[in-house]
């Protein structure tokens, strides 16, 4: 059989079940796809994809790249509309199958759901590599995944995690294209090297080494809150979100940490915050197109509206709000921001500003290195109280935050100074 495997957010080795599937062809290609929509103005005003992801991006892509030549195979890498573009390849190299991941996002979803339809004799085959649970092994229907995390978390809690599975032992036979563009990687232009966010499964590998090897995991909950330190959270986010590293390989980590050090409240948590990452994942697949909707599910009108001075003011962190201007100069500067400042300024521009949120949304979309469509869109309706909040939208008093979290202003003077 004849397979081309489309990469996305999967961009792994190991424990890849898409790529696994795909193995088992007489010949593979390995593709991926470049929209140009990633670096157009689109509905509102901005570029999807900022520097900073298309940084990362590019790293994890000449990674991937340089572990499938270590195995005979090439990562090729189309740029174009990929309904278009794929379309195209699946006719000319008469594929007979193609293997995807499962996409989130409805506008992605969409794309293999038309290049399905289009292509009635081909096999279409989306995997779930993304997340904790498949499709079938959910608990409970998607159609039913509830409109409160603690109800999914309840049931999600008591499911076992699929055990993660190493790389194939080999590949098919590599399908060559002739008109590929090159994988190109991308240096480290970090300006705050702390951060160490660097694309790829070969850095994805060293930081979760890194991390399970001392007791970090065993204050987890204690300084998960603190709005800055390379130390107080995880940040697994970005590699979660490109698909670098495996959620399931994470967790069987944490499992093993557990073993071997200690299982407390803060090992627990980080479990609980994955089972966040994961409810948002099918809930954007329940909800579709309303993910991004102002009202969200809710029949309720929400005010806020666009106002461009104001929201230009936000994300040049330039308000009468330093703790806020702190946040967002450090998001424009790093491409990441704690969860608390994320939660920060994103409430100030809802509840202070009166905006949109669908802009802060999407300026979040652009910046955060870690985007992923699920998780940002709809950690943003949860704020805005049009989500999965049962409370109705969250409205942080910036002057207790400022003295709970920034009292001595250390914060506001790294990242305004
Ligand atoms: C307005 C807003 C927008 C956000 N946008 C994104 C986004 O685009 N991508 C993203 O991954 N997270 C997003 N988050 C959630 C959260 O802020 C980040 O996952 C977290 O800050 C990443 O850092 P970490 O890996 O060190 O997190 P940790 O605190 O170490 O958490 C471990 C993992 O749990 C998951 N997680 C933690 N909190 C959440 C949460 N609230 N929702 C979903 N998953 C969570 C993440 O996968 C994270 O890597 C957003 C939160 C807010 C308030």
Redesign the pocket.
């Known amino acids: 059989m004849r397979t081309l495997y489309w990469m996305t957010h999967d961009l792994r080795l190991a424990d890849n079940p898409a790529l696994r599937l795909a193995a088992q062809s007489s010949e593979l290609a390995i593709v991926t796809v470049v929209n140009p929509d990633w670096f157009t103005e689109g509905r509102y005003g901005l570029a999807p994809m900022g520097e900073r992801r298309w940084q990362f991006l590019q790293q994890s892509l000449a990674d991937l790249s340089d572990s499938l030549a270590r195995r005979g195979h090439v990562l090729h890498l189309f740029k174009g509309d990929p309904v278009t573009v794929l379309a195209e390849l699946i006719e000319q190299g008469q594929f007979q199958r193609v293997v995807t991941s499962r996409q989130f996002g409805s506008d992605e979803a969409a794309q293999i759901a038309v290049l399905d339809r289009r292509l009635p004799d081909v096999t279409f085959s989306a995997i779930d590599t993304y997340t904790l649970f498949n499709l079938s092994g959910l608990p409970m229907p998607v159609s039913d995944i509830p409109e409160t995390y603690s109800r999914f978390r309840r049931k999600a809690e008591k499911m076992t995690v699929e055990e993660p599975r190493g790389m194939p032992a080999r590949l098919p036979a590599a399908i060559e294209f002739d008109r590929a563009c090159t994988v190109l990687g991308a240096q480290n232009t970090d300006p705050d090297r702390s951060q160490r966010l660097v694309g790829g499964e070969t850095a994805a590998r060293a930081h979760a080494e890194s991390y399970f090897s001392g007791e970090l995991p065993l204050s ?1 909950k204690l300084v ?1 809150n603190e709005l800055d330190g390379w130390d107080n ?5 970005a590699w ?2 490109s698909g670098c590293l495996s959620v399931r390989r994470l967790v069987d980590l944490l499992s093993e940490y557990e073993q071997r050090w200690e299982r407390n409240d803060s090992t627990y948590w ?1 479990y609980i ?2 089972l ?2 994961e409810y ?1 994942q099918w809930l954007a697949l329940k909800i579709g197109k309303k993910l991004f909707l102002k009202n969200g599910n809710k029949a309720a009108q929400v005010s806020g509206r666009f106002d461009e001075g104001a929201f230009s003011a936000w994300c040049g962190g330039e308000t009468r709000y330093p703790l806020v201007n702190a946040c967002m100069k450090q998001l424009s500067a790093t491409g990441y ?3 608390r400042g ?2 920060i300024a ?1 409430s100030c521009l809802i509840n202070e500003l009166e905006g949109d949120w669908r802009y802060g949304a999407a300026w ?2 652009r910046q ?1 290195i ?3 469509v699920a ?2 869109w ?3 309706q949860y ?1 805005a109280g049009v989500g999965a909040d049962p409370r109705g939208g969250r409205h942080f008093n910036l002057a207790k935050q400022t003295e709970i979290y920034d009292a001595d202003g250390r914060y506001r003077s790294r990242w305004l100074d």
């Open positions: 987890y998960r959270s995880s940040k697994f986010s979660l979100n980080l915050e994955l966040w990452r948002f921001l704690s969860n994320r939660q994103a979040f979309e955060l870690d985007y992923d998780a940002n709809g950690n943003w704020l």
